[in-house]
T-cell receptor, first 111, second 114 residues
Framework: DAKTTQPPSMDCAEGRAANLPCNHS???????VYWYRQIHSQGPQYIIH???NNETNEMASLIITEDRKSSTLILPHATLRDTAVYYC????????????FGAGTRLFVKA | NAGVTQTPKFQVLKTGQSMTLQCAQD?????MYWYRQDPGMGLRLIYY???????DKGEVPNGYNVSRLNKREFSLRLESAAPSQTSVYFC?????????????FGQGTRLTVV
């Protein structure tokens, strides 16, 4: 599985959009981009995933560049409850979740 | 719907003691995983089981053994606990693919070895 690079921490004002970047320059054609988050050392929670196209669900949007070497997770209206560690991972669709979760980005949403 | 259940939630062991961490899932998933998370770090894969009857080593398997008891249950055993094994342990389950899938995680077991 390809490795990912994320900034260690970011701040965001409550009510504003939080844009979390991820670099995955060695991603292969059959690897999906997944985002998880972990709140207060609870078990990680799935947010969204995508292969090539941009994706949106009730939690977030995922923007993947055309060359697929980077992506951005967007939380459109961040709240204090979105303060968490966000993990960007890539995985082969048939490979289960043997992938490595890096240190992620610690997002602080401030009032 | 319980999802992934881990027991115990907290445990303190003395160096050299043994214990088994239990994990059960009720989503009929084929694949199950054990991760550990040290303070300020990401999750590292210890062992995984792609399907019932199979287990494989992950990134940090030394000092651990696993048993896939049946499709629902995947246990992690520490035969002789060491302070370096102080960590939070997460169990997860998923379908292996090739279609869309996501991993579901338990709430973790916080283990301290003194």
């Amino acid at each position: 599985d390809a490795k990912t690079t994320q900034p260690p921490s970011m701040d965001c004002a409550e009510g504003r959009a939080a844009n979390l970047p991820c670099n995955h320059s060695t991603i292969s054609g059959n690897e999906y981009v997944y985002w998880y988050r972990q709140i207060h050392s609870q078990g990680p929670q799935y947010i969204i995933h995508g292969l090539k196209n941009n994706e949106t669900n009730e939690m977030a949007s995922l923007i993947i560049t055309e060359d697929r070497k980077s992506s951005t997770l967007i939380l459109p209206h961040a709240t204090l409850r979105d303060t968490a560690v966000y993990y960007c991972i890539v995985r082969v669709d048939t490979g289960g979740f043997k992938t490595i979760f890096g240190a992620g980005t610690r997002l602080f949403v401030k009032a | 719907n319980a999802g992934v259940t881990q027991t115990p939630k907290f445990q303190v062991l003395k160096t050299g003691q043994s214990m088994t961490l239990q994990c059960a899932q009720d989503m009929n998933h084929n694949s199950m995983y054990w991760y550990r998370q040290d303070p300020g770090m990401g999750l590292r894969l210890i062992y995984y089981s792609a399907s019932e009857g199979t287990t494989d080593k992950g990134e940090v398997p030394n000092g651990y053994n696993v048993s896939r008891l049946n499709k629902r249950e995947f246990s992690l055993r520490l035969e002789s606990a060491a302070p370096s094994q102080t960590s939070v342990y997460f169990c997860a389950s998923s379908e292996p693919g090739p279609y869309y899938t996501e991993a579901f995680f338990g709430q973790g077991t916080r283990l301290t070895v003194v």
